[in-house]
């Protein structure tokens, strides 16, 4: 199981492929986690926003997380798979955080609670029920999409929790960061691609970013050129990936990380599952056009 030291480094939310019937497609699956787990990343991530979490069941992450473990193991390869396990309810969550420990998952990404707007007494709750599972717990933080916001001294609390080990922060700004910076904190992870380098800059681990489905090596390159002391270098590593961002959440994610991944024949189908609809054809020409002008690594 994952602790306080492994959250560092690229961790990748996977994509659920589907087929043009809806169902999951578990063959591209395989094919497109082995070409991810050939990088340089520190871990993935299964059942996330970008695997499109609130229309995938539990049976389909159950096969995921069983593959994803099979071709680790094939690959020789060690590193963390994270499974998103959060819901609005409180026992739901607790229930698929035990589920994903029994699947042998070595960590869960819990979301603050969405929808119904607890308190943060409430919030505060529910993660440290989460946190008495026995699974290392990451916490995750995205008010856009949750309607709460937790407070910087929730978040502390949060964080003190025993078996929470960091956060992902999606909140959309460096303030999080810098207030938690203030203080002995466990790592945190930028979640909101945009701020990957500005995050690393105030003292982010690493990141959790959904952009580095396309061309991993890239964001491999911006964190270690980081990591060694090449800050100037990273910078310029990452501006070049700066309209690639901008692309990819154009339009909800993950319609164009999709396209993307079809046209390289790395998933079979582009299909997305209702609500949810494919890339605009705007969209796509707009990813070719910024990957055409792209000089990045294989």
């Known amino acids: 199981m994952m602790n306080e030291q492994h959250v560092q480094g690229i961790y990748i939310p996977v994509i659920a492929p589907f087929s043009d019937d809806n169902k999951l497609d578990i063959e591209s699956y395989r094919k497109y986690v082995t070409h991810l787990a050939k990088h340089d990343i520190q871990g993935l991530v299964v059942n996330g926003t970008t695997g499109e979490s609130p229309t995938v069941s539990w049976d389909e992450v159950k096969q995921m997380v069983e593959v994803t473990k099979e071709i680790l193991i094939s690959l020789n390869k060690t590193i963390p798979i994270v499974v998103g396990t959060g819901t609005n309810d409180t026992y739901s969550t607790v229930h698929r955080t035990e589920m994903a420990a029994e699947l042998g998952a070595d960590a869960a990404l819990v979301v603050t609670p969405y929808y119904n707007r607890p308190t943060q007494e409430g919030i505060l709750e529910h993660f440290s029920s989460a946190s008495r599972t026995g699974l290392p717990i990451l916490v995750y933080e995205i008010p856009a999409r949750t309607g709460s916001r937790m407070t910087l001294d929730t978040m502390r609390k949060v964080l003190d929790l025993d078996g929470v ?104 189908s582009a299909k997305l599952r209702l609500p949810l609809t494919g890339a605009s054809e705007i969209a796509k020409q707009r990813l070719l056009d910024t990957l055409a002008n792209m000089v990045v690594p294989t």
């Open 165 to 268: 080990i960091g956060l992902k922060d999606s909140t959309g700004g460096l303030d999080l960061l810098l207030g938690l910076t203030q203080y002995k904190t466990k790592p945190v992870l930028c979640g909101e691609d945009a701020y990957f380098h500005a995050m690393l800059c105030q003292g982010a681990a690493g990141g959790m970013v959904a952009s580095a489905n396309i061309h991993t090596q890239r964001y491999v390159e911006v964190y270690q050129r980081f990591a060694s002391g090449e800050v100037n270098a990273s910078r310029d590593s990452f501006k070049e990936l700066q309209p690639l961002i901008s692309d990819v959440f154009a339009e909800p994610a993950p319609a164009s990380i999709k396209w993307w991944l079809a046209q390289q024949q790395l998933i079979a």
